[in-house]
């Protein structure tokens, strides 16, 4: 049997496009200044922007095909390199 975890960090769903949409609204911005007070609020995400559903998806899809056959007992945090807010 083979375990890997994979941890996304924030991932631009419908719902965060919501979010982000409605933030951008209550501070009198566009849509770029909603997904920034998101990632503020993260503490920052190095690459700028959120991940995007297919781009976790095509890391789990890799995990789960025999490419990786071998890989197990680890953890893949797919976050852009969000910076931990203390």
């Known amino acids: 049997m083979r375990v890997v975890r994979v941890s996304p960090g924030w991932i631009e769903t419908e719902a965060a496009v919501a979010l982000a949409e409605r933030l951008a609204h209550e501070a009198g911005t566009d849509y770029a200044g909603g997904k920034q007070i998101i990632m503020n609020s993260l503490g ?13 998806a ?3 899809a890799f995990l789960a095909s025999p490419l990786a056959a071998t890989i197990t007992g680890t953890e893949y945090v797919i976050d852009g390199g969000t910076v931990p807010v203390v």
């Open 58 to 60: 095509n890391l789990i």
């Open 44 to 56: 920052g995400i190095p690459i700028g922007r959120p991940s995007k559903p297919a781009e976790v």
